[in-house]
T-cell receptor, first 116, second 115 residues
């Protein structure tokens, strides 16, 4: 089966600019996650969707970050305006509701964002 | 409180030796899953091994095994016969099934395999 697709792979923007990341989960996976991973740290959950509803967005900086999953399939994460501290890898992951053990939870390759 | 704690920021191991990476977790859920991921410098997150909270036997996947001690809430990863390609960051993670599939990561351990 196809994996979790993310684009772009890399992005460099100036501070105060806007940027958007796209994620297409594995077909049939109801749950989609966006993580922020700052260099040298573990991934931090930004937002979790179940189908097209938000399950958890408690750590999403809502003054500048937004995410949507309109049809319960692919998702977009936006940052507007970007700050230097937003430089990180943004990882998308998806899982089926049951999870199917470890293999039911899959990460994309991530988008490496550099804010200058 | 931290959901996942990894106390070893960096570890070194001689090639062909075994190494244990520590992980402790905190949950009040009865149903949860524990994961280990490898993240090489390329940045991709590679699934290694999974242990369900109801699994009675320790999980094994090739050279990887998970030393699951439920009462102590620990889920240590053992890598046997280390190879140079094992040098990477390793993350322990937990999924709380009943809490809406929340998924938490530790801070990671950087493993360096020495030839």
């Amino acid at each position: 089966e196809a994996g979790v697709a993310q684009s772009p792979r890399y992005k460099i923007i100036e501070k105060r600019q806007s940027v958007a990341f796209w994620c297409n989960p594995i077909s049939g996976h109801a749950t989609l996650y966006w993580y922020q991973q700052i260099l040298g740290q573990g991934p931090k959950l930004l937002i979790q969707f179940q189908n097209n509803g938000v399950v958890d967005d408690s750590q999403l900086p809502k003054d500048r970050f937004s995410a949507e999953r309109l049809k319960g399939v692919d998702s977009t994460l936006k940052i507007q305006p970007a700050k230097l501290e937003d430089s990180a890898v943004y990882l998308c992951a998806s899982s089926s509701l049951r999870g199917a053990g470890g293999h039911g939870y899959t990460f994309g390759s991530g988008t490496r964002l550099t804010v200058v | 409180a931290q959901k996942i704690t990894q106390t070893q920021p960096g570890m070194f191991v001689q090639e062909k030796e075994a190494v244990t990476l520590d992980c402790t977790y905190d949950t009040s859920d009865q149903s949860y899953g524990l994961f280990w991921y490898k993240q090489p410098s390329s940045g991709e997150m590679i699934f290694l091994i999974y242990q369900g909270s109801y699994d009675e036997q320790n999980a094994t996947e090739g050279r990887y095994s998970l030393n699951f001690q439920k009462a102590r809430k620990s889920a240590n990863l053992v890598i046997s016969a280390s190879q140079l390609g094992d040098s990477a960051m390793y993350f322990c993670a937990m999924r709380e099934v009943l809490a809406g599939n929340q998924f938490y990561f530790g801070t990671g351990t950087s493993l360096t395999v020495i030839p």
